[in-house]
């Protein structure tokens, strides 16, 4: 990704999925910006976007963070929030196993407390093992857990998938994860 790109996707992360007051935006109840309002509001704070530079970020997203709606008009973040946006995300049955990438220092307080959603809405899971490394090195030393995905949905938990592949819960209870050797 360019850098130019890059650096919109972060911006647009921040904004769609922390922290929209920061430009005087409003998002709808489903986390949903009006495209033209973003681009309206992020000016006033000197950030200037277009249409079509929110399109190619979009487009050409690494890991499809942003999702416009089918009229064009409308844009939103996938997953990744902390603020409480209403996904419309339906239950669904998870594989067998999922994976969580963490860093080793937090691994005593995960131990003890279980995965908790530690300020966005959900325990981020990723299906694949490399994922999860990945995830995990952007906190330091990586490891990865392994979640027995199965049982926890057959003691009534719920999983989700967001629009671009991350697997979502509430929380993960320590009886449910191993950390993978
Ligand atoms: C840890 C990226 C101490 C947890 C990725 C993680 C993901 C605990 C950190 C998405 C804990 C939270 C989210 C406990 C959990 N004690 N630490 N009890 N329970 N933690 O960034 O999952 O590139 O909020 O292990 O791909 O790392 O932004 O979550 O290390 O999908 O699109 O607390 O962010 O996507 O860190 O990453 P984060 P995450 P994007």
Not at 113 to 121: A, E, M, T, V
Request: charged share 25%.
């Amino acid at each position: 990704m360019d850098q130019q790109l890059k650096a919109v996707s972060k911006f647009l992360s921040y904004i769609l999925r922390h922290r929209p007051e920061a430009i005087g935006l409003e998002l709808n109840a489903g986390g949903w910006a009006a495209i033209s309002e973003l681009i309206q509001c992020a000016s006033k704070h000197d950030h200037f976007l277009s249409e079509e530079i929110i399109k190619k970020v979009v487009i050409s997203n690494d890991k499809q963070r942003f999702k416009i709606s089918e009229d064009g008009q409308y844009i939103r973040a996938s997953q990744g929030h902390s603020i409480r946006v209403d996904l419309d995300l339906l239950p669904l049955n998870p594989p067998t196993v999922l994976f969580h990438g963490t860093a080793t220092r937090f691994l005593a307080s995960i131990m003890e407390k279980g995965l908790l959603p530690s300020g966005r809405q959900h325990v981020h899971l990723s299906a694949s093992y490399e994922t999860a490394i990945a995830v995990g090195r952007r906190h330091g030393k990586p490891t990865v857990l392994e979640i027995n995905a199965q049982k926890m949905q057959g003691d009534g938990y719920l999983f989700y998938r967001s629009e671009n592949g991350v697997w979502l819960t509430d929380r993960v209870p320590t009886q449910y994860f191993v950390e993978v050797e």
